[in-house]
């Protein structure tokens, strides 16, 4: 592929009844995105509901979707790893990242990519600036996502606003930038981890307002064990300087 294309990579786990739609839709935008072309990649972690299996099955039907199969559910961070391996090694220009259960809108991922082929070296989806915002959440979970975000920002000494969202646009020369072997988190920390390291690159940032959603089906991956991930990660994280 021309090293302009871009790549959307999915991680799934248990996703079996969004997946087909989820694909659908996506597919649709990146059409009309990157007529010249682009490619999917599903990053399915060995789901017992049967995920993987359908993953494939559309991938038999659709040149532009690809399937990559993980042993087990080992963390969104290798996940996502594992999926910009891919992406790059097969010629992406352009790396965007989403969740599998339509809380990111499909149809925001050709304003994401149209940021970065404006030249952002990173483009956040971002709930908390003008125009963003949080769907169908209660009060606690509001309180701790901006609460997160805040507690990465003061500690990381960062300008942006949406530290913890994963739904994201990068430039090839960014991710090939930011020393993707070396990075520790395995959790939503990660989403901080890798916005951390763009930034101390010196390299540009751009939030886009995005509407986030709570998930149609399924259950939500997040835990309090990932949640204290993150809060004790954060610190880490400031260790890492670019060489």
Not at 62 to 75: A, I, N, S
Not at 107 to 115: K, P, Q, T, V
Not at 150 to 155: D, F, S
Request: net charge neutral.
């Amino acid at each position: 592929m021309e090293a302009d294309i871009p790549w959307l990579v999915v991680p799934t786990y248990n996703e079996v009844e969004n997946l087909q739609a989820l694909v659908q839709a996506a597919t649709k935008t990146l059409r009309k995105a990157s007529p010249e072309g682009f490619a999917m990649l599903i990053v399915d972690d060995n789901s017992p509901d049967g995920t993987g299996e359908l993953a494939d099955r559309l991938a038999a039907e659709r040149d532009e979707l690809r399937v990559l199969h993980r042993p087990g559910k080992g963390g969104l961070g290798p996940a996502y790893l594992a999926g910009f391996a891919e992406a790059l090694a097969g010629g992406a220009g352009y790396v965007l990242e989403m969740d599998a259960d339509f809380s990111h809108d499909p149809e925001d991922l050709g304003r994401l990519l149209e940021a970065a082929r404006d030249g952002a070296d990173l483009v956040l989806g971002s709930r908390y600036v003008p125009g963003g915002g949080v769907r169908d959440w209660g009060v606690v979970r509001r309180l701790i996502s901006r609460g997160g975000s805040m507690y990465a920002r003061v500690i990381l000494g960062m300008r942006e606003h949406d530290l913890t969202g994963g739904f994201k646009c990068f430039r090839r020369a960014t991710l090939e930038a930011i020393d993707l072997s070396s990075v520790m988190a395995k959790g939503y920390a990660f989403q901080i981890e890798l916005t951390y390291r763009t930034a101390r690159r010196g390299l540009g940032i751009v939030e886009v307002p995005i509407v986030f959603r709570e998930r149609r089906v399924g259950q939500s991956k997040m835990s309090p064990r990932i949640a204290l991930e993150a809060f004790w990660r954060v610190p880490q994280i400031r260790g890492w300087k670019p060489v």
